[in-house]
DNA sequence: ATCCAGGATATCT
DNA sequence: AGATATCATGGA
């Protein structure tokens, strides 16, 4: 399959995309991009304006399209953001990141996942998970696996669960089968979630109490859950704003940004609101281009996906 | 050795 | 409401 990115409203840098820390299953091998979209196993690699993708089963162009949000109008996305002046500074080194449309469970389960963890941890962690609990895909020279449903983690044994290593052991393997259930039972309805407004939608998700706080909330609504108006926050984003926006930002929080000193909940919700404030119903998109360029300015993208 | 990474929560005051 | 302790991996 072929999709071919001629005009702005459907730019893309996908080495960028696939890099920028919202999605962890992904690899690259020569230009191939190589991961799974359902039971299937795709590549697909980039050449200028044109988007190859292969898999190990037929899958259908809005798929990709979906997940990749060739729906969205990135130029127009990026028109607005730019009548802030000093976003600029960012997309100058920074451009073609899209949000993916993740599926939910998988990325409410990451990032349950990712709590105080670095981006290699969550990708082992992640792997681990699958491996253990998903299926196996072979594709020729290719092996992968799927995500594991709620179904399989709801019934997995705790002691299996914690052999994936968490970062909190078994207390995250409490949380994931909790949310497995409640997925099972209905309880957790995303297609609901995806209707609800972004405040209600985040309080529900809140209110699960099985290890979704403001942070995790907050990418499972932006990245699965059409709420491209969630900012999340972390220290690379604290980081970034205090930089940017200084004068926008308290003095104390500011200091503490500086001295590294942990985040309080009144330090994400002063952040993530100037975030939604700031820039408006395209804040996540905001927020990928932020957290990836000061990344990149840290020197801590060096190449963690082969 | 110490510090840190896409934090959340129970339990204090 | 706000501060604090606890959870407890693995790389730099």
């Known amino acids: 399959m072929r999709i071919v990115l001629d005009i702005p409203s459907k730019a893309l840098d996908l080495d960028h995309t696939m890099s920028c820390g919202q999605v962890f299953r992904w690899t690259k091998s020569g230009d191939w991009w190589l991961g799974t979209l359902g039971k299937a196993l795709v590549r697909m690699r980039q050449k200028e304006l044109c988007l190859e993708i292969q898999s190990s089963t037929p899958i259908s162009r809005s798929m990709v399209e979906s997940y990749l949000r060739l729906d969205d109008d990135l130029s127009q996305i990026l028109r607005e953001l730019l009548k802030d002046r000093t976003f600029r500074r960012v997309t100058e080194s920074v451009q073609g990141i899209r949000v993916l449309r993740q599926d939910p469970w998988e990325c409410l389960v990451s990032y349950i996942i990712s709590r105080n963890c670095n981006i290699p941890m969550i990708r082992r962690v992640l792997n681990n998970l699958c491996q253990r609990f998903g299926e196996e895909i072979v594709w020729s020279n290719h092996v992968g696996y799927s995500f594991p449903t709620p179904e399989s983690i709801c019934e997995a044994e705790l002691l299996d669960l914690t052999k994936c290593r968490f970062r909190y052991g078994k207390r995250q393997a409490l949380e994931l089968k909790e949310m497995a259930k409640l997925v099972c039972e209905g309880v957790i309805d995303f297609d609901m979630l995806k209707m609800m407004p972004y405040v209600e939608a985040k309080a529900t998700l809140m209110s699960l109490d099985h290890g979704v706080g403001n942070k995790v909330a907050d990418c499972v609504l932006l990245f699965s859950l059409e709420k491209l108006e969630a900012f999340p926050v972390d220290v690379w984003i604290a980081r970034a704003v205090v930089q940017l926006y200084r004068s926008h930002i308290r003095p104390d929080l500011v200091r503490r940004v500086n001295t590294k000193s942990p985040l309080t909940p009144q330090d994400y919700r002063g952040l993530s609101h100037f975030g939604r404030?700031?820039?408006?119903?395209?804040?996540?998109?905001?927020?990928?281009?932020?957290?990836?360029?000061?990344?990149?300015?840290?020197?801590?993208?060096?190449?963690?996906?082969a």
């Open 277 to 305: 404030l700031h820039f408006g119903r395209y804040a996540g998109y905001a927020q990928e281009y932020l957290y990836h360029w000061k990344r990149i300015q840290e020197n801590r993208c060096a190449s963690e996906f």
